[in-house]
């Protein structure tokens, strides 16, 4: 008994106090052959040979786990991602599928299955891996302009207040439309620890009842990072928005932060970062800007959560900028539940701006505009061999001190989405 003690002490170490991946390989190989039954040694063993992609070996140790314990299920996910690595994507695939059936696996880990099953495509197998997301909704929105929700205000002039009313123009126009949305994702090695991934995204909406609704969105992201998701990234993003009148809006931004997940970690990864942004309005520079700020983001795939918070300022380009200096505050929280084959996805998404000085002198007497928006989004979507439906609803309220910017939204769609 003393004997079997004393192996079990020595096979238990401290896996993220032996300084590099190589270190800790090593001294794991120096206790494997007194190790050969524990099971906690093996699948932790197993776990940081796929760290560092040396798969094969990793599959042996994780094999040794199942030939022990059939019914450990962390072995058997990292065991599909071994066989990933090593190129048997169609066994891997077939481990997560019979695991994500299996009456005997609680919920949360088959939500975690799941979500495993949507990225190892792009994120696990090899040295690089890309992902395409291609779809085509049809929907109506009830404001495509983004008209005030007010009929008339005042005026505020020296003898007094003068109402006016606003144009059919400027009230909000409801219309049928067509949106095309793609992305395309990439992921390649780098180094035994830092990795690249980008991520192009672009959309195009057609509305046949407004063409001014009509616009083109262009994104791209580029990020450096660690491969064990802990440590410092640098980023960097485009965008452009283009309407038929010209260029609405070009965004610049830097970013850099760190990531705290430990390599160890499937469930949960948190990264504070700070970024700036230089935004441009081509048809009205007057309101060009230079934004600063942080943000912290935490996101849980096998739980289905997500949230970002984020805080700022945005300094105006010109001083003519009406309200000047902006305060800005953000908050996004989203949830994704499983329903049968299926995903629900509910997002909240809260926005609070104060300006500095007073927006114009016509307006409410010069008074600081602040505006506070709230955003509800609810889709169910659903995937039948890389291709599925899916249908959503978004609300938004903004409010303000000054009527102007008081701004409703409705939209309800359809749609369907490919993958591959």
């Known amino acids: 008994m003393h004997g079997a003690q004393a192996q079990s002490a020595a096979c238990q170490f401290d896996w993220g106090q032996e300084g590099t991946p190589e270190r800790v390989i090593n001294k794991a190989l120096e206790l494997e052959s007194a190790c050969k039954k524990d099971e906690a040694f093996l699948f932790a063993f197993g776990q940081r040979l796929n760290v560092v992609h040396l798969y094969a070996e990793a599959a042996d140790r994780l094999e040794g786990v199942l030939l022990l314990n059939p019914d450990h299920w962390a072995a058997q996910l990292e065991y599909a991602i071994s066989l990933e690595g090593m190129g048997d994507a169609l066994s891997a695939e077939g481990v997560l599928k019979n695991l994500a059936d299996n009456p005997d696996v609680g919920e949360t880990l088959k939500q975690q299955i799941r979500a495993q099953l949507d990225k190892h495509r792009l994120f696990v197998a090899g040295r690089k891996a890309t992902r395409t997301q291609f779809g085509f909704i049809t929907g109506y929105d009830n404001n495509l302009m983004g008209g005030a929700r007010v009929s008339q205000f005042d005026l505020t002039l020296p003898g007094g207040r003068i109402p006016v009313t606003l144009s059919d123009e400027s009230r909000p126009q409801g219309g049928?439309?067509?949106?095309?949305?793609?992305?395309?994702?990439?992921?390649?090695?780098?180094?035994?620890?830092?990795?690249?991934?980008?991520?192009?995204?672009?959309?195009?909406?057609?509305?046949?009842?407004?063409?001014?609704?009509?616009f083109g969105l262009i994104n791209l992201l580029v990020e450096r990072g660690s491969e064990q998701l802990q440590g410092f990234y640098t980023g960097g993003a485009l965008l452009q928005l283009q309407t038929p009148s010209g260029s609405l809006l070009r965004q610049y931004q830097l970013s850099s932060g760190y990531d705290f997940t430990a390599p160890s970690s499937a469930t949960c990864r948190f990264r504070l970062a700070g970024d700036v942004q230089r935004r441009a309005y081509p048809g009205a520079d007057v309101l060009n800007g230079y934004y600063s700020g942080i943000a912290g983001y935490w996101s849980c795939p096998a739980w289905g959560v997500q949230a970002q918070i984020r805080l700022g300022q945005d300094r105006a380009e010109y001083d003519k900028r009406p309200g000047g200096m902006q305060d800005q505050y953000g908050l996004r929280v989203g949830k994704n539940t499983t329903i049968g084959s299926g995903v629900l996805a509910a997002e909240v998404d809260v926005y609070h701006?104060?300006?500095?000085?007073?927006?114009?002198?016509?307006?409410?007497?010069?008074?600081?505009?602040?505006i506070s928006?709230?955003?509800?989004?609810?889709?169910?979507?659903?995937?039948?061999?890389?291709?599925?439906?899916?249908?959503?609803?978004?609300?938004?309220?903004?409010?303000?001190?000054?009527?102007?910017?008081?701004?409703?939204?409705?939209?309800?769609?359809?749609?369907?989405?490919s993958m591959w």
């Open 176 to 214: 049928w439309f067509g949106r095309l949305d793609l992305s395309h994702d990439g992921y390649f090695v780098e180094s035994a620890d830092k990795v690249w991934s980008y991520t192009l995204t672009g959309n195009y909406r057609y509305s046949p009842e407004n063409a001014q609704a009509n």
């Open 353 to 370: 701006q104060e300006d500095h000085r007073g927006y114009s002198p016509l307006l409410e007497d010069n008074l600081k505009r602040n």
């Open 373 to 417: 928006r709230v955003m509800y989004r609810l889709e169910y979507r659903k995937m039948l061999s890389g291709v599925g439906p899916y249908a959503g609803v978004e609300v938004m309220e903004q409010d303000s001190n000054l009527p102007l910017f008081r701004i409703s939204n409705r939209v309800f769609y359809i749609g369907i989405r």
